[in-house]
């Protein structure tokens, strides 16, 4: 290749472009885009249709060409959901298992990460890996034990049974030693200097300068326990107990092919993460970057 | 400022090693209380004819040999298998796929939408996407078979028919949970620098080469890493199949957690239970170390 190349192309480039290039271009890059919004819409026809399905009569549910258009809105499917189902309930146990169990496991994470990022004491490297192998632990293995195990702690049939489980996954002490090694030292220096114990240290360098960890954990603790469903379905079997995935399968259990009820109940339980997620899109995007490969 | 504690603890919290120890004691009881203990007994458990109304019995390691001979375990470990292979592709594949998609958006308008349209699936529980996807692939009535039929081909009843349930569950799983690796990868491809995508542009190579020759080996930890992921993911597979085929027709969709769980809560052999959750164990750990061997131990620990 020769010197005046490089020189030529760019040239070139730069005429093609203040012609029809840049049109071109322009015509291209529109149609990428509009391109990308079909398969995002396509991408959206299953919810779309769920929600098509909830809201229609029971006869154009099951008809054919399927018809996108009711010929009128019913309230039907829902309301039969509410009345003959515990939905609020549902939801509200899936509330406190998803919140219960990414309270705890913040509590005790926290104070555990800590200790492994920033303190070094004997044994700390040691006992930070068998941590961490122990997320290869799935909940398969444990389920026959654990469900002993909580038989006589007298716990099945609670919410502590499911929360506490999903509090010992070491994922949350994983993730926030990754981000409190990462906080400056010179901070912590500083504190020290003026007197500050380990606790101290961590309750006003550590804690403040940590909330995007902390709401990243968070949102992905939150959203684990909330779908938890291999779990709960053993853990958690009065009715008065079931979360909303198995909720859920009950309902599906006790209509099987009525889809206009079921799909009304799965629309209804998509509500509470749909509001959130509109309300916190970017945040919830961003939250799960944070929390990298990691998943159950 | 020190806060105020009774003198005897602070006298321990003196000691760096104990003061360690001290943080990290309470996750570390929960840890060996609800994961560590659980996993010991379950070994336990496994060595023993195990029935919790008919009284339990020692028998070694019969619980796990007898498997060997269980017809009904080599057909849930073959679907389970051929889940995981027909579902990482699809989740992997599409995820990086739209992340690249994305990329190419950069700020234009409509980027949002897009990424949020691909992303929210994974928001949505399992039993959920599990009925609307059996709606979709409803053999009468379903969206799925009319729009194939009206495009002259002739679909297989999908659920129904026993050659096409997993592959059926994997697309939805596809589906579902695609939206979540194409954020991950995302945040892969930002960390190349722009430079190299212009340098690769003004080098003329065409998009596929452009793909395979320098965007592939740059994100290959990432692709590794993910791997590895739903691998683990996918052999633990239950919600879906319970929801949508209830591990039928027949057994043709039979995965291993299914299997276990049914061992376990509806024949009550919880010794069988045991040892079948030892074999998925042994799987996932087959399965990570391989892949991990391949990524080094530092990506392991370096998150993504």
């Given at each position: 290749?020769?010197?005046?190349?490089?020189?030529?192309?760019?040239?070139?480039?730069s005429?093609?472009?203040?012609?029809?290039?840049?049109?071109?271009?322009?015509?291209?890059?529109?149609?990428?885009g509009?391109g990308?919004?079909?398969?995002?819409?396509?991408?959206?026809?299953?919810?779309?249709?769920?929600?098509?399905?909830?809201?229609?009569?029971?006869?154009?549910?099951?008809?054919?060409?399927?018809?996108?258009?009711?010929?009128?809105?019913?309230?039907?499917?829902?309301?039969?959901?509410?009345?003959?189902?515990?939905?609020?309930?549902?939801?509200?146990?899936?509330?406190?298992?998803?919140?219960?169990?990414?309270?705890?496991?913040l509590?005790?994470?926290?104070?555990?990460?800590?200790?492994?990022?920033?303190?070094?004491?004997k044994?700390?490297?040691?006992?930070?890996?068998?941590?961490?192998?122990?997320?290869?632990?799935?909940?398969?293995?444990?389920?026959?034990?654990?469900?002993?195990?909580?038989n006589?702690?007298?716990?099945?049939?609670?919410?502590?049974?499911?929360?506490?489980?999903?509090?010992?996954?070491?994922?949350?002490v994983?993730?926030?030693?990754?981000?409190?090694?990462?906080?400056?030292?010179?901070?912590?220096?500083?504190?020290?200097?003026?007197g500050?114990?380990?606790?101290?240290?961590?309750?006003?360098?550590?804690?403040?300068n940590?909330?995007?960890?902390?709401?990243?954990?968070?949102?992905?603790?939150?959203?684990?326990?909330?779908?938890?469903?291999?779990?709960?379905?053993?853990?958690?079997?009065?009715?008065?107990?079931?979360?909303?995935?198995?909720?859920?399968?009950?309902?599906?259990?006790?209509?099987?092919?009525?889809?206009?009820?079921?799909?009304?109940?799965?629309?209804?339980?998509?509500?509470?993460?749909?509001?959130?997620?509109?309300?916190?899109?970017?945040?919830?995007?961003?939250?799960?970057?944070?929390?990298?490969?990691?998943k159950? | 400022?020190?806060?105020?504690?009774?003198?005897?603890?602070?006298?321990?919290?003196?000691?760096?090693h104990?003061?360690?120890?001290?943080?990290?004691?309470?996750?570390?009881?929960?840890?060996?209380?609800?994961?560590?203990?659980?996993?010991?007994?379950?070994?336990?458990?496994?060595?023993?004819?195990?029935?919790?109304?008919l009284?339990?019995?020692?028998?070694?390691?019969?619980?796990?040999?007898?498997?060997?001979?269980?017809?009904?375990?080599?057909?849930?470990?073959?679907?389970?298998?051929?889940?995981?292979?027909?579902?990482?592709?699809?989740?992997?594949?599409?995820?990086?796929?739209?992340?690249?998609?994305?990329?190419?958006?950069?700020k234009?308008?409509?980027?949002?939408?897009?990424e949020?349209?691909?992303?929210?699936?994974?928001?949505?529980?399992?039993?959920?996407?599990?009925?609307?996807?059996?709606?979709?692939?409803?053999?009468?009535?379903?969206?799925?078979?009319?729009?194939?039929?009206?495009?002259?081909?002739?679909?297989?009843?999908?659920?129904?028919?026993?050659?096409?349930?997993?592959?059926?569950?994997?697309?939805?799983?596809?589906?579902?949970?695609?939206?979540?690796?194409?954020?991950?990868?995302?945040?892969?491809?930002?960390?190349?620098?722009?430079?190299?995508?212009?340098?690769?542009?003004?080098?003329?190579?065409?998009?596929?080469?452009?793909?395979?020759?320098?965007?592939?080996?740059?994100?290959?930890?990432?692709?590794?890493?993910?791997?590895?992921?739903?691998?683990?993911?996918?052999?633990?597979?239950?919600?879906?199949?319970?929801?949508?085929?209830?591990?039928?027709?027949?057994?043709?969709?039979?995965?291993?957690?299914?299997?276990l769980?049914?061992?376990?809560?509806?024949?009550?052999?919880?010794?069988?239970?045991?040892?079948?959750?030892?074999?998925?164990?042994?799987?996932?750990?087959?399965?990570?170390?391989?892949?991990?061997?391949?990524?080094?131990?530092?990506?392991?620990?370096?998150?993504?």
């Amino acid at each position: 290749m020769t010197e005046v190349a490089p020189t030529t192309q760019s040239w070139s480039r730069s005429r093609a472009r203040s012609r029809a290039g840049l049109r071109w271009r322009d015509v291209r890059a529109a149609l990428q885009g509009l391109g990308l919004l079909v398969l995002a819409l396509l991408w959206l026809v299953p919810v779309l249709w769920m929600i098509d399905t909830a809201f229609k009569p029971t006869p154009e549910i099951f008809t054919l060409p399927p018809r996108w258009i009711p010929s009128r809105f019913t309230l039907e499917h829902v309301q039969e959901v509410i009345r003959d189902w515990p939905f609020l309930r549902w939801v509200m146990n899936s509330a406190i298992v998803a919140g219960g169990s990414t309270a705890l496991s913040l509590v005790i994470s926290v104070p555990a990460a800590y200790s492994f990022a920033r303190l070094r004491w004997k044994g700390r490297n040691t006992l930070f890996l068998v941590f961490i192998s122990s997320m290869l632990i799935p909940w398969q293995v444990n389920a026959v034990p654990l469900y002993f195990l909580m038989n006589s702690l007298g716990l099945l049939n609670t919410y502590a049974a499911v929360i506490l489980p999903i509090a010992a996954m070491p994922i949350g002490v994983f993730l926030l030693r990754q981000f409190f090694v990462n906080i400056p030292g010179e901070l912590e220096d500083a504190a020290r200097i003026d007197g500050c114990s380990s606790l101290g240290v961590l309750v006003r360098i550590i804690l403040p300068n940590s909330i995007p960890a902390f709401v990243a954990l968070g949102l992905y603790m939150f959203i684990f326990s909330w779908n938890e469903f291999f779990w709960s379905l053993i853990a958690l079997q009065r009715p008065d107990l079931l979360t909303l995935p198995i909720g859920l399968k009950a309902l599906q259990g006790a209509h099987d092919i009525k889809y206009g009820i079921l799909l009304a109940g799965a629309f209804l339980a998509s509500l509470p993460v749909l509001m959130v997620f509109l309300i916190f899109r970017q945040r919830v995007i961003r939250g799960m970057t944070l929390t990298g490969g990691l998943k159950g | 400022m020190r806060p105020h504690l009774p003198k005897p603890i602070a006298r321990l919290l003196r000691n760096r090693h104990t003061e360690g120890l001290l943080f990290v004691l309470p996750y570390a009881v929960i840890w060996a209380l609800f994961l560590l203990w659980p996993m010991i007994y379950g070994f336990y458990i496994s060595l023993f004819k195990w029935q919790p109304l008919l009284g339990s019995e020692f028998i070694g390691l019969k619980n796990y040999t007898n498997l060997l001979h269980d017809a009904r375990f080599w057909n849930a470990l073959k679907n389970t298998f051929w889940f995981a292979f027909l579902s990482m592709p699809l989740i992997i594949g599409i995820g990086l796929l739209f992340a690249l998609f994305i990329r190419g958006m950069g700020k234009r308008r409509g980027a949002g939408f897009v990424e949020a349209s691909f992303f929210w699936p994974y928001l949505l529980n399992v039993s959920i996407i599990s009925i609307i996807w059996k709606w979709l692939f409803d053999p009468d009535f379903g969206l799925i078979l009319y729009y194939l039929r009206r495009l002259g081909l002739e679909p297989p009843v999908f659920l129904n028919d026993p050659r096409w349930a997993i592959p059926a569950i994997a697309i939805a799983t596809g589906w579902w949970l695609a939206g979540y690796r194409m954020v991950v990868f995302r945040a892969a491809i930002e960390d190349i620098p722009d430079t190299i995508f212009e340098l690769a542009e003004l080098d003329g190579a065409n998009p596929l080469v452009r793909f395979f020759r320098i965007l592939l080996p740059l994100l290959k930890p990432a692709l590794l890493f993910a791997l590895v992921l739903t691998a683990i993911s996918s052999f633990r597979v239950l919600g879906q199949v319970l929801m949508m085929t209830d591990g039928g027709p027949g057994r043709a969709s039979e995965v291993l957690a299914l299997y276990l769980y049914r061992a376990g809560w509806q024949y009550l052999e919880m010794g069988r239970a045991a040892a079948l959750g030892f074999v998925l164990f042994l799987i996932i750990l087959v399965v990570t170390l391989l892949g991990f061997r391949f990524l080094g131990f530092e990506s392991e620990l370096g998150g993504r």
